[in-house]
């Protein structure tokens, strides 16, 4: 026998000795002295105020429900986010969390488990009562989970007849339910209890008053960092985020709408990854909402709802989740489909945010990719404006997000690819529809819809202008388009930037310039100088001095070649010159163009310098205009 094995055997026998000389005390003696350790703690952090409350909270299968009859059926689980611990709603010591989902704590009460005095809850004016709706949430001692044992719970019958019953939840160990505070008749009311269920001989529960926090008294969470990942869901699924194309921008400019085809099983899922608050509306009917924003007295206060406050489900923590009925008079009878128009407006921030219509009718194509067409198209040309036409793809107009299937050559080197979007049907409504987005991986971009194909293509034209994206071959790419009633379809193209040297400006359409720079300009504009076309050719740098009140250069081209344009030395601004100060029209038709104007105020002078790359056989002329006032 080794050392080891031998102290091990002694301290064995010594512990068993010891024992056998001091006899244990008795399984009830200590559990009542661990309830009476309980009830003084609690005591030591409970009100001493003659108010009292009722509670109720969803623990695994059980929930609130008003009886009319002695034995109420249990009512679903409410849908939320983690558990009781997850969310803050955990006891300290004895004592309640003063804040957790919104909520403010008003009183902490004890409430015997040998049998309880009525309850009384102030009217307004009192010391709970400041007239916004209240809740309450109950701690109690629950036994092990046996099907012999009956969970204990609190019955509180009302004088006006509604009896409401409040399932325990677990004082010690609250990590494995979820809880939803119970709303609380409003004014001053008695409430008469009785307790059922298998509870304690001896002890008491915890009874925590609660009431609505505004946002300017409530202590929000920071945000996490990294962001959380917003919750997957199934083919059957249609989700709406903050890359879905924009709604009614007259109701809210940040609201996102999408065309979606209902099935009787249909129901909503809402999820907010930082604290903020979401509104939902199908087919104009408010399904975040429980009542409260045109209830008036009588037993509206029955149907609130601690997380919808005045048509807004309101998330308090990080990551919460929220399952939603949809209304009966938007869905559809069983084995029926109903199309609907789903609405959301974010609220208290813009981002991180998901409604996911779960159970729903429409086609697995409607979030599947859509296939790229490659080469020149009618609508959209393949040379533009110093860019290529990569892919276009034809995108179904419902307002939900599709994800791109991306050509091999969108990917290769992490290409800036610039985005463009056409809306074919839409000249009957007067050309320009709603806002669309384009977003790669993290990046949203907005592209307004028009059936014109000049107003579509000015992200390309103008790119210095309008964000390009990086696509890499790991790059996801979904594109939302405002939903079409009449159905239809959009064009969503690629453009990808082109060398002036790989440039092929024969098969390239013109680029217009897309406004007059000088339509704000006050006074007659007139020719201030013209520059002599022979000396400006190939490889020619030419200097002249702009005149007092000049308000733009004006340069016609025709061929294959660009300007570059400097004023006092430093490349100009304007349309279509980059940041060397390059400009050409990108194409070898003849073209006019004002590249450079100074459209807040004439300028006071300088010198102007242009140099000529380009044009054999073609030509260039330039033009300095000035203003004449009036």
Not at 240 to 253: N, R
Request: glycine share 12%.
């Amino acid at each position: 026998m080794t050392p080891t094995t031998r102290t091990v055997e002694d301290l064995r026998r010594t512990l068993h000795e010891t024992a056998d000389s001091h006899p244990a005390p008795s399984p009830t003696d200590l559990l009542r002295d661990l309830r009476e350790e309980r009830s003084r703690r609690r005591q030591a952090g409970a009100s001493r105020g003659a108010v009292a409350a009722a509670a109720a909270v969803v623990v695994g299968a059980a929930g609130m429900q008003l009886l009319t009859g002695d034995d109420p059926t249990p009512a679903p689980p409410a849908e939320g986010t983690g558990s009781a611990v997850e969310r803050g709603w955990v006891l300290d010591d004895g004592t309640p969390p003063e804040q957790a989902d919104g909520l403010l704590l008003l009183e902490t009460v004890p409430v015997p488990y040998g049998g309880a005095d009525d309850l009384t809850l102030p009217g307004p004016g009192g010391a709970t009562s400041d007239g916004s709706q209240r809740f309450a949430v109950l701690w109690c001692e629950v036994g092990p989970d046996d099907s012999a044992i009956t969970p204990p719970s609190l019955r509180l019958r009302t004088p006006a007849g509604p009896t409401v019953e409040v399932p325990c939840l677990p004082e010690d160990d609250p990590s494995q339910v979820t809880v939803t505070p119970v709303p609380l008749p409003p004014g001053e009311v008695t409430l008469a209890p009785t307790w059922r269920g298998d509870v304690p001989g001896d002890g008491e529960a915890v009874l925590g008053i609660y009431r609505e926090a505004s946002s300017a008294e409530y202590d929000f969470p920071g945000w996490p960092d990294p962001p959380l990942t917003p919750p997957a869901h199934g083919p059957d699924a249609v989700v709406l985020d903050p890359g879905s194309a924009a709604g009614d921008g007259t109701v809210h400019g940040g609201a996102r709408a999408a065309t979606v085809t209902l099935t009787s099983d249909s129901s909503l899922e809402l999820w907010r990854g930082v604290p903020g608050g979401l509104q939902v509306d199908v087919d104009g009917v408010r399904v975040t909402d429980d009542g409260d924003s045109g209830a008036v007295g009588g037993d509206a206060w029955q149907e609130a709802d601690p997380e919808l406050r005045d048509g807004v489900w309101d998330a308090f923590t990080a990551g919460q989740r929220r399952t939603l009925a949809l209304p009966e008079e938007v869905l559809p009878g069983p084995g029926e489909t109903r199309t609907v128009t789903v609405t959301v407006v974010p609220r208290a921030g813009e981002q991180h945010w998901q409604v996911a219509v779960l159970a729903t009718g429409s086609e697995p194509a409607a979030v599947a990719p859509t296939a790229p067409s490659t080469g020149a198209t009618s609508e959209m040309p393949q040379w533009y404006a110093g860019h290529r036409l990569v892919a276009t793809w034809q995108v179904p107009r419902t307002g939900v997000a599709n994800r791109l299937e991306l050509p091999d050559e969108l990917g290769q080197d992490g290409a800036e690819a610039t985005w463009a979007l056409r809306c074919p049907g839409v000249a009957r409504d007067g050309g320009v529809v709603a806002t669309g987005r384009v977003t790669v991986d993290e990046e949203t971009l907005e592209r307004v819809c028009s059936a014109r194909t000049q107003e579509a293509l000015y992200p390309v034209a103008e790119a210095a202008g309008y964000d390009g994206t990086v696509v890499t071959p790991g790059s996801e790419v979904r594109v939302a388009v405002p939903a079409d009633p009449e159905g239809g379809i959009a064009l969503v193209a690629a453009y990808v930037p082109v060398p002036f040297e790989e440039f092929d400006f024969e098969a390239a359409a013109e680029a217009p310039q897309g406004w007059d720079p000088l339509a704000a300009v006050r006074g007659e504009v007139t020719v201030g100088h013209r520059l002599d076309p022979a000396g400006l050719t190939d490889g020619t740098v030419t200097e002249v001095t702009l005149p007092p009140d000049t308000v733009g250069v004006r340069l016609t081209t025709e061929g294959v070649g660009r300007v570059r344009l400097l004023v006092d030395g430093s490349p100009a601004e304007g349309w279509g010159v980059d940041q060397d100060g390059w400009w050409t029209s990108w194409t070898d038709d003849r073209v006019t163009s004002v590249p450079v104007a100074w459209v807040q105020a004439p300028s006071d002078g300088g010198e102007l310098t242009l140099e000529v790359d380009g044009y054999p056989g073609g030509a260039v002329e330039a033009e300095v205009l000035v203003v004449v006032p009036e």
